[in-house]
């Protein structure tokens, strides 16, 4: 049985024209469509929302892990980072206390200045690199690679700097163990001169000339040289000779009176000598051993062989100058010399001339 009210035929009549593609849904129908499908949704994404508690909760799997690395991090690599920084602080110290010791031991031996300098600087560079290799191993850095590296970089730079290198090893031989220093007067082969200047790699050396000679480090550091200016005193060789048949007596007592005019020449430890040291072809010489101080060597070496030959001619001592002596011979009749003959050879001609060569009997 249909109920219908007074607007009932309006509302069949109305839905027997219309289109069934455009009816008009009542606003009633579409709000109880609309919660209907809000409680599929919520229904449907309710694994979104345990997800949203288990992030509330800290039971989410990601958040967990993240959150056990950061804890495992912060407990594990911040006590590694500290030691790594007191290293690096103490380290440090250390660094800059062995470098003062270093250049405290270098002064007590007299080293130079640039040899000083040098040394600190290396010892300080190469220990201050073993302190951050330390606290990057600490940290869990391996160095092992990077050492590696730089050790095959040394090596191939060692190789082409192999000249360089035995310079300023030369260097530092030098200057640490000192065969000589600054304005002495060396021989070296054929350098010879008053050392201006000692560099790392090379030193400086000025002669008599004027020049400027550069000798390599090396050179100096392995091969014999003489050190002239070493000690305080240095004795002083002067050659006189007399021609044969002088009063040797007479040309000594000349000689030591020279010595005694000379304030600059040292008695004491070692007294003058006066001695004949050779017989020579023309003359006689008589070496006078004479020590002076390095200041005043050259200053007597100057003037003692003016102030010599000054008091021979006022005593009358003769100076030998190289002689010749010509013999005229007379002329004389040729020798006449007889060829020299085997006695026993012609009695050996007639066998000798039968028997055939290479043969025996």
Not at 54 to 83: C, H, M, Q, R, Y
Not at 84 to 103: E, R, T
Not at 230 to 236: D, N
Not at 314 to 341: C, L, W, Y
Request: net charge negative; charged share 20%.
């Amino acid at each position: 049985m249909l109920l219908l009210d007074d607007n009932t035929p309006a509302i069949i009549a109305a839905a027997a024209q219309a289109d069934p593609t455009q009816a008009v849904v009542p606003e009633g129908i579409k709000a109880v469509d609309s919660t209907i499908s809000t409680v599929k949704d919520s229904l449907t994404n309710i694994n979104s929302l345990a997800d949203v508690k288990e992030i509330v909760t800290g039971e989410n799997p990601i958040i967990k892990d993240g959150l056990s690395a950061l804890t495992k991090l912060t407990v594990e690599f911040v006590p590694k980072l500290l030691v790594a920084i007191l290293i690096l602080w103490a380290g440090m110290k250390l660094a800059k206390w062995l470098k003062k010791l270093i250049i405290k031991a270098l002064d007590k031996r007299g080293a130079e200045g640039s040899l000083k300098s040098f040394l600190g600087s290396l010892v300080d560079v190469l220990l201050k690199a073993m302190i951050v290799i330390m606290a990057m191993d600490v940290i869990g850095i391996k160095a092992t690679s990077f050492i590696a590296l730089l050790g095959a970089m040394g090596l191939a730079i060692g190789m082409a700097m192999q000249g360089t290198l035995q310079n300023f090893a030369g260097g530092v031989i030098i200057l640490l163990m000192k065969p000589f220093k600054v304005d002495d007067y060396i021989e070296c082969g054929s350098y010879k001169g008053y050392i201006k200047e000692i560099r790392i790699f090379h030193t400086i050396m000025r002669p008599f000339n004027g020049r400027t000679v550069i000798i390599p480090n090396s050179e100096l550091a392995t091969k014999s040289l003489i050190n002239h200016t070493k000690e305080p005193l240095i004795r002083l060789d002067v050659v006189a000779s007399v021609a044969y048949g002088t009063d040797l007596a007479k040309a000594k007592q000349v000689l030591w009176d020279v010595v005694r005019s000379e304030k600059l020449i040292q008695w004491d430890p070692k007294p003058p000598t006066i001695a004949v040291s050779e017989l020579g072809n023309n003359s006689v010489d008589i070496t006078l051993w004479l020590w002076v101080t390095v200041e005043d060597y050259w200053e007597v070496w100057k003037h003692i062989r003016e102030d010599i030959y000054i008091a021979f001619n006022e005593a009358g001592v003769d100076i030998p100058f190289p002689q010749v002596t010509v013999h005229n011979a007379k002329e004389s009749a040729p020798i006449h010399m007889e060829p020299r003959q085997d006695p026993d050879i012609d009695k050996l001609r007639p066998h000798l001339a039968t028997e055939a060569i290479g043969e025996g009997e």
